[in-house]
Structure formats: C-alpha cells, structure tokens
C-alpha cells in the first residue's frame, strides 16, 4: 500500500490519492508522510478530508508539524486546530519554537487560549500536563434519558464518552457512571442511584508516572483529575498514558545505558547531540574507572609473584558487574511498578543476599571444576606448588564478589528513590564501576591472607 500511495503522488494522481488516503488509519498515513519530500508535505496534507488531516496532524512529528504550520495560511491553521482535543493542542504548542506557538494561540479563541495557557502552566511530568479538559459531566438528579441529551450534545467535542463523571454545581467530583450503566437501566432511573461513588482518580500535580500506574493496577480506560479542592478539571486517557509509558520506559533505558534521555527520536537527533548526550556519563565513568587502576597499582608487588592470579581479574570483575546489574535492574523495575518501597529495603537486602550465596556457591564450585580441568591439568597454566591456594582464592572471591555485587546493585536504587533521585541512573555503568573497585579490593585481600604476602 505504501509503494502505491507513493507512486500516487509521484504521478500527482491527487483524485485517487484523496481516495486511497481517505480509506487508511491515520497512523499509517503518518508513516507515509515521513517519504514524503517536504516541498510536497503540504500539497498532500491538503487532499486530506478536515477530520482525518486533524488525525494526521497529531501522528506525524513534531518538525514536520512545524513545517506544515509554517506553510498554512491563517485560515488553514484555524480550521485545523479546531479540530484538535485540547491535549492535543497543548502537546504540540508546548513543542513548537515560541514564534510558532505564538502563531498557533493567535488563531484561537479567548477561552480556548485561556485553557490552553491554564494547561501549560502545568509542570512539566504531572497529570495536569497530560489531560484534557474535554470530557462528559453529568448532574446526580439527572435521569438516564437526560444523560443521554447531554452527551449527545457535548459528545462531539470530547475525546471518550465511554465514562461520564458526575459532579455538583461547583464542578466536585461526586462519581462516575459509564454508558454500559446507561444502556443497561430505565430511561427514568436517577443517576444518583446508579453512579460509582468509589472514584479512582488522580490529583493535578501528581507525576505522571504514578499516574500510569494507576492506569496499569486499575485497568481503566480514562481517569478523572482534580485539583486540591475536588474538583474536576480534566481526564487523562489511556492512549495518553500508553505515550507516558512509553516516554518513561525510553527515558529509563536511556539512564540505565549512561546516555541523557533526549525527546527525539535516534534518527532524528543530530551527532553532536548524540554526543552530548553520551559524553557526561562516559566521563564520569572514566575517571571512575581510575580508582580500579589504583586498587591494581597498590598490589602491583604482589601481583608479580604470582602472576597466574592476574588471568582472573577480567572473570572476577565481569561476574561482579553482571551480578550487580541484575540485582539493580530487578530493583529498580520494581520501584517503577511500585512493588517496593524504602521500607521494604530490609526485606530486599535479605532476599539478595539468600539469592547471592546460593548463586555465589555454584558458580565458585564451577569455576573450581573448571580450573582444575582446564587450567591446571589440560593447559598447565597453574604452578603446582600454589594451584591449589589459588583456586581457593578465585573461587572464595567469587562467593564474596557476587555477595557484595547483589547487595549493592539492590540498595543503591532504593536509596537513590529515597533522595528523590531516578532510580535508572544506579543501573549497568554505574554499578559495574563501583563493583570492579570492590572486587579487587576482595580479591587481593584473599589473596594477601591465604598466601601470606
């Protein structure tokens, strides 16, 4: 379909491209758009019927809007953003250049721009940031067949009309009723009677990742929120949260690789600010690393008389690393599902540290095999006079690295969530750079204490 459709336009076959585009999924057309040479951008967007070219408007990103609002006329612009949610407009004026979204406000009324600047003024990541201030409201002494004169009135111009919320006259959230609850009972009965009062909902300022959390435990399609005093201001919808999911879930990948989470996609972001965004952490990290040169230069002595011992500092500092990084992923997985809290922390450290011995053990007892077999009978790397207290040094540091490896990786995510910190950022590199230090730290004290030197 997509080689058809640019071979369409190729031909500037408009008539039968109206057609074809009309009969797409919005989404899909968005995808198109992005073959699409930008002189051309415009010129298609116009065939577009009103609605589905408002639909597209909103799949595409955020440069080719800009250029498509760089290249309409007032009227177009105006007919447009009409068509827009209100959280859809916010969303794309909160990412355009100030003269862009300057131009954009112009072409709105007085109360849909004193909405508009309302919701921005929202911080950034809470739930007033995401709503939409379009939804149904119903009164508690309406009846169901009046319910139903109100969304048919209003229902064009909100968003979802599955959930009416029920308020009083001064807009307190009192409950919610579906439209299932309205098809399913009289045309008489109040809706007082048949209204949810056990209202899941968010407030204004709450992150909004908590936010999606309640849309994952609760499995609703759309969630009322309210301001200090009760009263509902706005709705955040579910494809709204999936956005956040994904955002958050791209943002905590990101910190988890060491990189600065950027709002662009790969292909979009530029090399220099691929660059910036990459070259904080690897200096930190770097110059991290200086302290495992250092544990290694303070047992150089050592270390040259029994050479053999330097074969498995790769091994030991790799298992540390490895160890660690599961421990802290696991951890911080589950802060961002809120299966964990600071005060579980204890509960946590013990679970690790049963889960570490058990691990520590095996892998020691493998690692004893595989030295045996291996290095001392099949490739005679070891010193027979000392093979046997170096195998015991490898593996009893192995126990003791992958001990101290999970501990950390579990405890430094909590702590960082208890300081108001993103837990992301205590994954891998981080994690790995502590760890390499400690594990030479373990594997030079065992090796001074059982060799005596």
Known sequence: MEEKILE??????????RKQ?????PADIAVIFEEIPEKELAVIFRILPKELAAEVFVEIDSDMQQLLIEAFSDKELREVMDE????DTVDIIDEMPASVAKRILKQTDAATRKMINHLLAYPDECAGSIMTTEYIDLKKDMTVDEAFDRIRKIGFDTETIYNCYVTDRSRHLLGIVTVKDLLLNK????INDIMEENIIYANTLDDQEEVVGLFE????????VVDKENRLVGIITVDDAIDVMQEEASEDIEKMAAILPSEKTYLKTGVFETFKARIPWLLFLMISATFTGAVISGYEDKLTQFAALIAFIPMLMGTGGNSGSQSSVTVIRALSLGDIEFEDIWRVIWKELRVSLVSGIVLGAVNFIKIYLI???????LDKSVALPEMIIVCLTLVL????AKLVGCILPILAKRINLDPAVMASPLVTTILDA???MIYFGIASVVLGV
Not at 187 to 190: A, E, G, P, S, T
């Open 217 to 224: 435990k609760y499995d609703v399609l759309a969630l009322p």
């Open 401 to 404: 690295v992958v001990i101290v």
């Open 8 to 17: 369409l336009i190729a031909n500037k076959q408009y008539g039968e491209l």
């Open 21 to 25: 585009l009309s009969e797409m999924n």
């Open 438 to 440: 400690f594990s030479l």
């Open 375 to 381: 290095d001392y009978l099949l490739l005679n790397n």
């Open 187 to 190: 045309k008489d009965c109040i």
């Open 84 to 87: 827009l949610f209100m959280d």
